[in-house]
Antibody
Framework: QITLKESGPTLVKPTQTLTLTCTFS??????????VGWIRQSPGKALEWLAL???????RYSPSLKSRLTITKDTSKNQVVLTMTNVDPVDTATYYC??????????????????WGQGTLVTVSS | EVVLTQSPGTLSLSPGERATLSCRAS???????LVWFQQKPGQSPRLLIY???IRATGIPDRFSGGGSETDFTLTISRLEPEDFAVYYC????????FGGGTKVEIK
């Protein structure tokens, strides 16, 4: 059974660095064709993908946020950490982590998020 | 970056009716890369469809996905009370993006 849980501060001041941890069970990030992604959702808004780390330590970032994000994994602890620098009130959102599963299509390999954490609400305010 | 535009923004229907949701991409997307999620208030998104048309485990067959290139569709053949929610499409390509969502509400 795959489960994921996000943890981190609920309140962060503008300009500070936000660090979020995703602790998971039921799979290993050292197993091929697996990834963990971070997605956020501002109140009342749509989902926004942030970053994705793969089993082989390859990483992908949202182009619009790439300069502010860092994603890392600790395979021994079954954790993925996302750091976001220089936060602003517009970064107030529920942050989700999700298990990425590879699917080998006809022409290429893709990943989709099949298990999600419950999300953690982060408020950026002074 | 591929922009996904979902329409309509809100769909007002009655239980038992058919729902057709659209997801239009700003450039061609591989069908393999197109995914649909359902999200209810206060809940995390739930995977419905991957590969544009493959139902995820446990998803009822009243949900079906289709389309190709820039036009994709999620169809709910007969709405059940638990289907009233927000639906998002998402693509995994050169960059990963979500659509703005379609809310299916009770008429």
């Amino acid at each position: 059974q795959i489960t994921l849980k996000e943890s981190g501060p609920t309140l962060v001041k503008p300009t500070q660095t936000l660090t979020l941890t995703c602790t998971f069970s039921g799979f290993s990030l050292s197993t091929s064709a697996v990834g963990v992604g971070w997605i956020r959702q501002s109140p009342g808004k749509a989902l926004e993908w942030l970053a994705l780390i793969y089993w082989d330590d390859d990483k992908r970032y949202s182009p619009s946020l790439k300069s502010r994000l860092t994603i890392t994994k600790d395979t021994s602890k079954n954790q993925v950490v996302l750091t976001m620098t220089n936060v602003d009130p517009v970064d107030t959102a529920t942050y989700y982590c999700a298990h990425g599963k590879a699917w080998f299509g006809e022409l290429s390999t893709t990943y989709y998020f099949d298990y999600w954490g419950q999300g953690t609400l982060v408020t950026v305010s002074s | 970056e591929v922009v996904l535009t979902q329409s309509p923004g809100t769909l007002s229907l009655s239980p038992g009716e058919r729902a057709t949701l659209s997801c239009r991409a700003s450039q061609s997307v591989s069908s393999s890369d197109l995914v649909w999620f359902q999200q209810k208030p206060g809940q995390s998104p739930r995977l419905l469809i991957y590969g544009a048309s493959i139902r995820a485990t446990g998803i009822p067959d009243r949900f079906s996905g289709g389309g190709s290139e820039t036009d994709f569709t999620l169809t709910i053949s007969r709405l059940e009370p638990e289907d009233f929610a927000v639906y998002y499409c998402q693509q995994y390509g050169s960059s990963l993006t979500f659509g703005g969502g379609t809310k299916v509400e009770i008429k």
